[in-house]
């Protein structure tokens, strides 16, 4: 496989971000996407797209993940849209809800915190990169609230949902990104998803260095592993390798259109 686009990786957690960039290419990459973690280190994210390369492209997207709303200001729309007109930016996020890290006491936050990304994202018309984790019934609430409001570009990161809410972000317009989970023996779930979506909606990713695919599942997740999701994804789906991999990485360029 070549051409293929790691949509949504870490480098600012990667140990020795030059090796991950070289086994990357290794395995067929054309491009990644750095995501950000906490709007109040965004520049970090920014300065990862030094590696930006006309043979490996990097990108970022700037935002704060739910599980750090109590340890960050509650972000400014106003303040994240400045900061997202910097060189290489091409989404918001990642933002959300997360059920499993997030006790009570701070879903409200969360919630409040993912609005503000969403209205960054309708001004700006950069996709929302949106973290779900065990609050399918109150991400799907928020997602057709606010898109009443008005419609936002947005991407489901590493999809670890039901069908439910899969189809709900089609029906507003979203994607949905399938990361090495979908390997994992236990996630029929995913894999049924995965069968299921439009060809027109559907992307890869690592989320790494988390969540490693089979057969690197253990070890520490690198952008090059995509290759072994997207093969996974195209066997699910009965499609030729780099068939997925061309699908994947035009869906890419639809959602992320400053990455053009």
């Known amino acids: ?46 300065d990862l797209t030094r590696f930006d390369s006309p ?3 990097v990108w970022c997207a700037i935002g704060t993940h739910p599980d750090h709303v109590d340890e960050e200001p509650l972000p400014n729309v106003e303040t994240i849209i400045q900061q997202a007109e910097a060189r290489n930016v091409i989404g918001i996020g990642e933002s959300g809800l997360d059920y499993l890290h997030g006790a009570q006491p701070i879903r409200a936050a969360q919630a409040e915190s993912f609005r503000v990304h969403i209205a960054a994202a309708r001004k700006t018309g950069l996709p929302l990169v949106i973290h779900a984790r065990e609050a399918d019934a109150d991400v799907a609430a928020i997602l057709r609230d606010e898109h009443a409001r008005g419609a936002f570009p947005f991407l489901l990161h590493c999809f670890a949902s039901g069908p439910d809410l899969a189809r709900i972000a089609i029906e507003l317009g979203g994607y949905i990104s399938f990361s090495g989970l979908l390997t994992f023996p236990k996630c029929e779930t ?71």
């Open 190 to 260: 995913i894999r049924e998803v995965a069968r299921a979506m439009p060809q027109n909606r559907i992307l890869v990713e690592t989320d790494s260095p988390f969540l490693a695919p089979v057969p690197k599942r253990g070890k520490p997740n690198t952008p090059g592993y995509v290759a072994y999701t997207a093969a996974r994804l195209a066997q699910e789906r009965g499609m030729e390798a780099q068939t997925l991999a061309e699908l994947t990485t035009e869906n890419f360029f639809t959602l992320f259109g400053r990455a053009a």
């Open 55 to 57: 043979e490996l492209r």
């Open 1 to 46: 496989m070549t051409g293929l686009i790691d949509t949504h990786c870490h480098l600012d957690r990667l140990d020795d971000i030059p090796a991950a960039l070289a086994l990357a290419k290794e395995h067929g990459l054309s491009g990644m996407t750095t995501i950000g973690t906490r709007l109040s280190h965004a520049q970090t994210q920014i």
